[in-house]
């Protein structure tokens, strides 16, 4: 009878489980499934949800109507490039603040993690307007510029909490063993700290890949990434359910399976400061 | 050479003096042990030594020269931590090697250095493993091997043993002792052990709340405690430290008799007593009295005793061995 009891409350469990898990990932279902149908179909009531006439020639019409390869790279090089340029800057911030703490550490730390609160279209007119004087607009390395600044807080709290879990005695050691600073964080630090590292990066990476307001203020074309060329298809001209469903599969399409195969690494990165 | 020399050291750590103006003098070759109770400053004191702390004040010597100014690798000492700290992303090999690695030293060099001293620790066979590989007592002597590498002008050891279990400990002490012996290496090391002082040390410096309590060679401290701190903290187990009439009678505010210097009778003594516990080792047998007017005791008696608790007995002092401390608690000659 006990059981019993146990094996049903497991199924029920189970079904719980898998009703909470796709109703979060409907959306993107949704959109998948959109992607393959007529533009009729895409908007026809009731909603069709797997018999239609499925067809391929949204994916066709997008590449041939914008260049999705360049918006590809875009997203790409930005995600990527900016990050590893922040980590660059990252890891000796985050060294300092694990290994050489000063009474004024905490308060830097809080600091940097207000200004993510502060909402971006407060500062949008004038970063808008200092990009267009300095001509950064629509500019690699301008758009690449603001996104590194934004993950820059989150990677050096992200490091700062992976740092303090390495003992302090191995770094002496090293120290002892005549390993200089920059030794001392390239051969001892870096490769100890490279799980977190990782998990730090991807979740950057992700981050920036999905960043959708500064990229499409700030670029037109040239550096504009995989999030404008999304939002291009919600034209005037009306509203292409099919095309636009198609550009979406095909702009997330990269970053959801980097974030499949890594996902082990990205629930530790997220939860690892938590539990001490 | 490798003689090193502290003069009037001290180490505030906000505001508050940890180490309070320390002289000592360590000789070429000598096995020095820095003693002493939890918190009295004794790591404190070895890293300020090594170079990881900055000394607020006062010299270090070494071999004449003031290193005070001088960074941890510059003053060619090596560091074998209690935690071990090995690199654990290297394998056995590359721990040895990065010290020499630093000093951009050939790879043959590195490598006929590796070789020697993997060879001195048994390590040969596990060179190419990873620290997580290892036992406790293979990851000690990887720690060992890496600063013998080094070839220092001193070793420097930092409660080296404590995370070893007690037949391991007593091994690694004897592996200690015979590097020593084939090095002739200066060597300083740190314990709150002071079974391990008392079997390694030529000298042992005991420490008391960041102060020298007193220097000299383990029976110097044995059998001639400076004072009241130094002649309960050497010795296991603890001198009986006696006061009133016994003491006054002969001229000092307490008395201090070791353990094993008290002869028992169950007819007739100075001190009566009634026994509170017995342990039988087989070797030996301490017994437990709690003694009239004076309170608790222990005695150490050779051999199988048979004394069972609550039994009446007397206790009594050799003479030759009693140590008479004045009311400041210093020794009487």
Request: proline share 5%; aromatic share 10%.
């Amino acid at each position: 009878m006990a059981l019993k009891q146990t094996t049903g409350k497991r199924v029920a469990m189970t079904a719980l489980a898998w009703a909470v898990g796709l109703l979060i990932f409907f959306p993107i279902l949704w959109t998948f499934l959109t992607s393959f149908k007529s533009e009729l179909d895409a908007f026809s009531v009731p909603p069709k949800f797997l018999f239609f006439h499925w067809t391929t020639e949204n994916y066709f019409e997008v590449q041939s109507r914008s260049n999705y390869l360049l918006f590809a790279y875009n997203s790409i090089v930005l995600s990527v490039g900016a990050n590893l340029v922040a980590l660059l800057i990252a890891v000796p911030a985050a060294w300092s603040m694990a290994f050489a703490p000063t009474k004024r550490t905490k308060d830097l730390l809080m600091w940097m993690l207000s200004t993510k609160m502060m909402p971006g279209v407060g500062v949008l007119v004038p970063i808008y307007l200092i990009f267009r004087n300095l001509h950064l607009l629509d500019n690699r390395l301008g758009i690449g510029f603001v996104l590194m600044m934004m993950n820059l807080p989150i990677l050096i709290w992200m490091l700062y909490t992976y740092f303090k879990e390495i003992p302090v005695d191995i770094l002496e050691a090293a120290r002892m063993d005549g390993a200089s600073l920059m030794s001392e964080i390239i051969y001892v630090l870096t490769p100890m700290a490279i799980p977190g590292i990782a998990s730090t990066m991807l979740l950057a990476i992700i981050l920036s890949w999905n960043e959708a307001f500064w990229t499409l203020n700030l670029t037109t074309s040239n550096a504009a990434p995989l999030t404008a060329f999304i939002a291009s298809y919600s034209a005037p001209e009306g509203l292409f359910w099919a095309k636009l469903s198609a550009a979406s599969t095909l702009a997330i399409a990269p970053i959801l399976v980097l974030g499949w195969f890594s996902q082990k690494q990205l629930v530790r990165g997220l939860t690892f400061g938590a539990v001490k | 050479m490798g003689s090193i020399e502290l003069k009037q050291v001290r180490k505030d750590f906000a505001g508050v003096a940890v180490i309070n103006g320390v002289d000592l003098k360590v000789e070429d070759g000598e096995f020095t042990v820095f003693v002493g109770p939890s918190g009295c400053g004794k790591s404190t004191l070895l890293r300020l030594v090594a170079g990881l702390e900055d000394i607020s004040s006062g010299q270090i010597l070494i071999d004449g020269k003031d290193v005070s100014n001088v960074g941890p690798a510059q003053r060619g000492l090596a560091m074998v931590f209690q935690s071990y700290a090995l690199y654990p992303h290297m394998s056995v090999r590359n721990n040895i090697a990065f010290a020499l690695k630093m000093a951009k030293q050939s790879p043959e060099m590195i490598d006929q250095k590796v070789k020697k001293a993997a060879a001195i620790l048994n390590l040969t066979d596990y060179l190419d493993r990873k620290p997580r590989q290892l036992s406790g007592g293979q990851r000690q002597r990887v720690a060992i091997g890496r600063a013998i590498v080094r070839e220092p002008k001193a070793f420097l050891f930092d409660e080296p043993l404590s995370n070893l279990d007690a037949a391991l400990r007593v091994q690694m002490r004897l592996e200690i002792g015979d590097l020593h012996q084939s090095l002739k290496t200066t060597m300083i090391y740190v314990t709150h052990d002071q079974v391990e002082a008392m079997t390694m040390a030529d000298k042992i410096v005991v420490l008391n709340k960041g102060a020298v309590a007193q220097i000299g060679s383990p029976l110097d401290l044995y059998n001639r405690p400076d004072g009241l701190f130094v002649a309960s903290f050497i010795g296991s187990p603890t001198m009986n430290l006696v006061t009133g009439p016994s003491a006054a009678r002969r001229g000092a505010a307490t008395l201090g008799i070791r353990p094993e210097h008290i002869d028992l009778s169950t007819t007739a003594g100075e001190w009566p007593a009634k026994v509170r516990l017995a342990e039988h080792l087989g070797s030996d047998t301490f017994v437990y009295v709690e003694a009239d007017g004076i309170g608790k005791m222990t005695a150490r008696l050779e051999g199988e005793a048979q004394v069972s608790p609550g039994q009446q007995v007397f206790l009594t002092p050799q003479e030759q061995r009693l140590h008479r401390f004045d009311k400041d608690g210093n020794r009487i000659a």
